[in-house]
């Protein structure tokens, strides 16, 4: 357990001692020097993803409760319904050690030097007996290939208005600590970096994953930038009642809420969260652990109330002109990703993204 506290590590939340300011220079520089951003013709879709995202080694996916290639599954479903073009999709960077800096201690990055501490993370005890170098090849690599992708997104939300990382959304993680599955601090590192090189000043978090986003908590409890609304079931992981109270906007959903109620909810909770906060850049968390059937989420919002919440979250951005980025965090269920496909589909038949080639000429 640490001991050091993690909302004094993200700059605007520390004092401005001698140190403080060296610590922001670094920080500053790190961005500023940082591969991940880069220019993406107007060609391609601002839909990000690498197949080198998909984890999948000597049966690893079977220890899991879950799909662990849903990432490449979502690409394949929007290809074959029509609605994506292969040659649009943009493959971002991995995020370096010096990316990762920005946000995450150098003691924290050091322990995943430990296959045992990364076991625990990602919650697959066999992961612990793995020679280290295997585990950064298998399993932090495509994470940190996903970190680029979320990082990527806002810069391509703001061009284009809206941006898709097909993965990342790894909210449990803090700049100091991870757990259930999130390793690095992706939301945190994309807001921080949005900060420096976007000029933007105030991110808006929507986390609608089942479970409490801890992670960004920790890391912007005392930011008056960032506004977090976390619509989440209080009954489940992680239990984690420090971070609730840096939720801006809370609201509870208990286990075996049906959709007609959830999407009621969500509809109050974003009036409220427009009257409260004046964003310039959404960063929308898309857990689809909200499903009926998912064991971990423990909700019960059917495929079709996914494709509604999502689009009520992209309309509430639209309506205000505010980028968009959407992850897909949690939910890995053999069903989810053609759920996310068919919701993806959705948004691009009510012409709120556009994934296809532009017509010639244009
Ligand atoms: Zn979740």
């Known amino acids: 357990m640490s001991t050091s506290s993690s909302t004094n590590v993200i700059p605007g939340a520390s004092s401005s001692s001698s140190s403080s300011v060296d610590v922001e220079t670094l920080r500053r520089n790190r961005i500023l020097s940082s591969k991940l951003y880069f220019d993406v013709p107007l060609t391609m879709a601002p839909l990000i993803y690498s197949s080198s995202y998909d984890i999948a080694f000597f049966g690893i996916e079977k220890l899991h409760p879950f799909d662990s290639s849903k990432w490449g599954r979502i690409c394949q479903f929007l290809i074959k319904n029509g609605v994506l073009e292969r040659s649009r999709i943009v493959e971002p960077l991995e995020a370096s050690n010096d990316d990762l800096l920005v946000v995450h201690t150098e003691s924290y990055l050091s322990s995943l ?47 284009w208005g809206w941006a898709i990382n097909v993965g990342g959304g790894f909210h449990h993680c803090c700049a100091d600590k991870g757990g259930g599955f999130c390793v690095y601090a992706d939301i945190s590192l994309c807001i921080i970096f949005a900060f420096t090189r976007l000029n933007i000043s105030r991110v808006m978090i929507i986390d609608l994953d089942a479970h409490q986003g801890n992670g960004h ?10 506004y977090i609304l976390d619509m989440y079931n209080p009954d489940i992981y992680p239990f984690d009642f420090k971070a609730r109270t840096y939720i801006d906007q809370s609201v509870q959903v208990q286990s075996g809420t049906p959709t007609q109620v959830y999407l009621e909810q969500l509809d109050k909770a974003l009036e409220v969260a427009g009257n409260n906060f004046n964003p310039e850049l959404v960063l929308y968390n898309a857990g689809t652990d909200i499903l009926d059937g998912d064991s971990l989420g423990q909700l019960k919002v059917s495929p079709d109330g996914v494709a509604s919440r999502d689009e009520k979250v992209f309309r509430f951005a639209k309506e205000k002109n505010i980028p968009l980025v959407m992850l897909t965090s949690g939910g890995y269920m053999k069903s989810s990703a053609k759920v996310i496909a068919d919701s993806l589909t959705n948004l691009s038949i009510k012409g709120l993204i556009d994934l296809a080639a532009p017509p010639l000429g244009t």
């Open 113 to 159: 030097k430990s296959s045992y501490k990364v076991a625990i993370i990602i919650e697959v005890p066999p992961v612990a007996l793995l020679p280290n170098c295997l585990v950064q090849q298998k399993v932090l690599y495509p994470f940190r290939k996903q970190v680029g992708g979320t990082i990527l997104a806002a810069k391509l939300a703001k061009e």
């Open 217 to 226: 908590e920790m890391d912007f409890g005392n930011d008056s930038r960032v």
